[in-house]
C-alpha cells in the first residue's frame, strides 16, 4: 500500500466521531465566557450515530442485497429515519447504471428532492463503485458507509479498483466522512453461491 493511498484512506476515515464531539463540547463548557453558545451549540447538535446504530442500518442495507438480482443494497438515512432503500437491479432492468446505491439515490431524489440527500448519510453492502461515489459526491452526502470494501469485492467480482476514500480525496468540493468494514463478512457471504470472477449485471 503506496504512501499516497494510506494518507486519503485515512483522511476520508477520519470521523469526527462521538469522542470528538464530546470533547469538543466539553472544551467549550469550560470556558466561562460561553456557556450560553455551549448549550445552544449542544441542544442544536445533531446526534452522532453510534457503532449500532451503524450495524441496524447495515442490515438493512443487506437485507437490500440479498433481495437484489445482484448481492448489493443500499439504504439513506437522515436524523436517523430511513428515505430510501435501493438493491441492484441491471439484470432485471437491462441497466448497467441501476447499482442498489443509484436506486436508492433516484428514489430518495423523485420522494425527497435534492435538498433532503445534502449531509445525508448511505450505507451499502458493498463499498460504492467509481460511478456511485460519483454520485455520492455530486449529491454531498455527509457521511458513507459500507460494509464490503472494493478490495474484498475484488476477490469475488469484477471491480473497478478505485477506493472510496481515493475519490473523496481528490473532490474538495465534496467533504464526506467514509466508514468502511460495518458487517463486512455478512456482505461477503452474499457471494458465496456468486460465480467467481462475475460480471455484475
Ligand atoms: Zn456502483
Redesign the pocket.
Known amino acids: 500500500m503506496s504512501c499516497d493511498r494510506n494518507c486519503a484512506a485515512h483522511h476520508a476515515r477520519f470521523l469526527p466521531s462521538r469522542r470528538a464531539f464530546m470533547a469538543g463540547f466539553a472544551c467549550a463548557a469550560a470556558s466561562p465566557a460561553l456557556p450560553l453558545l455551549a448549550a445552544t451549540a449542544a441542544s442544536a447538535a445533531p446526534v452522532a450515530p453510534t457503532a449500532a446504530d451503524d450495524e441496524r442500518f447495515m442490515r438493512i442495507a443487506i437485507a437490500e442485497a440479498r433481495r437484489a438480482d445482484y448481492p ?1 443494497g443500499a439504504v439513506i438515512v437522515r436524523d436517523g429515519r430511513i428515505l430510501a432503500r435501493g438493491r441492484n437491479l441491471g439484470r432485471r432492468l437491462d441497466d448497467p ?1 441501476a ?4 436506486v436508492a439515490i433516484r428514489r430518495a431524489l423523485a420522494g425527497h428532492g435534492s435538498r433532503s440527500l445534502k449531509g445525508s448519510t448511505l450505507y451499502t453492502s ?1 463499498e ?6 460519483g454520485a455520492i459526491l455530486w449529491c454531498h452526502f455527509g457521511r458513507l458507509v459500507f460494509a464490503a470494501s472494493v478490495e474484498q469485492l475484488a476477490t469475488k467480482i469484477d471491480q473497478i479498483m478505485v477506493s472510496s476514500a481515493d475519490l473523496a480525496a481528490k473532490a474538495h468540493f465534496a467533504p464526506i466522512q467514509i466508514t468502511g468494514g460495518v458487517l463486512a463478512d455478512e456482505s461477503m457471504k452474499l457471494f458465496d453461491k456468486v460465480e467467481r470472477g462475475g460480471r455484475r449485471p
Open positions: 448489493f447504471t447499482h442498489g446505491e443509484m458493498g460504492p463503485c467509481a460511478m456511485c461515489m
